[in-house]
């Protein structure tokens, strides 16, 4: 069985630095990865995915992750953070169980920038 | 532009009463999906369908029902409603029918259960 876990519940900073936001994966097979971003009472949506090839990815608003097979991590990125980045972030694996992929998210951390 | 939209937004029933969660996408997507969502817990999913016609069962399926009304709708039905089924439910689509993770959601819709 798969897992994802999402090393921090809650992550604060200051406005203008940079943030690391880890996860780490547990999976027998290969596996593709996403990270998604839920901005207070909306829904969510996608950040950024890994599914093949270079294993550094770029996603939207400058937030980028970097896929290691050998640690099972996908950390999200970025250099330097805005208030509007504040927002809870939710990592995902999929892989192929046999008659579907199967999609497993992590329980979300909760990215708060302070001015 | 819609995307995926649910209704209602929010809901606030008794226990043992029954309601309907609607769900339409206007992106010709061929998957669709319904998650509920509590606090610590992530997402988790409760019913998906791959195809127009075609239903499965999610990780938490007990006390729903699902129709696949047809391309666009995906409704989500609560029975006789029970506290527990207290949540945010997030309806989302994908394009094909295999889902590789990358899904559309809707905006979410807040179910009080009392």
């Known amino acids: 069985a798969q897992s994802v876990t999402q090393l921090d519940s809650q992550v604060p900073v200051f406005e203008e630095a940079p943030v690391e936001l880890r996860c780490n994966y547990s999976s027998s097979v290969s596996v593709y990865l996403f990270w998604y971003v839920q901005y207070p009472n909306q829904g969510l949506q996608l950040l950024l995915k890994y599914l093949s090839g270079s294993t550094l990815v770029k996603g939207i608003n400058g937030f980028e992750a970097e896929f290691n097979k050998s640690q099972t991590s996908f950390h999200l990125r970025k250099p330097s953070v805005h208030i509007s980045d504040t927002a809870e972030y939710f990592c995902?694996?999929?892989?192929?169980?046999?008659?579907?992929?199967?999609?497993?998210f992590g329980k979300g951390t909760l990215l708060t920038v302070n001015p | 532009n819609a995307g995926v939209t649910q209704t209602p937004k929010f809901q606030v029933l008794k226990t043992g009463q029954s309601m309907t969660l609607q769900c339409a996408q206007d992106m010709n997507h061929n998957s669709m999906y319904w998650y509920r969502q509590d606090p610590g817990m992530g997402l988790r999913l409760i019913y998906y369908?791959?195809?127009?016609?075609?239903?499965d069962k999610g990780e938490v399926p007990n006390g729903y029902n699902v129709s696949r009304l047809n391309k666009r709708e995906f409704s989500l039905r609560l029975e006789s409603a029970a506290p527990s089924q207290t949540s945010v439910y997030f309806c989302?689509?994908?394009?094909?029918?295999?889902?590789?993770?990358?899904?559309?959601f809707g905006e979410g819709s807040r179910l009080t259960v009392l």
């Open positions: 989302a689509s994908s394009v094909g029918t295999v889902n590789t993770g990358e899904l559309f």
């Open positions: 995902a694996v999929s892989s192929w169980g046999g008659s579907n992929y199967k999609l497993t």
């Open positions: 369908s791959a195809s127009e016609g075609t239903t």
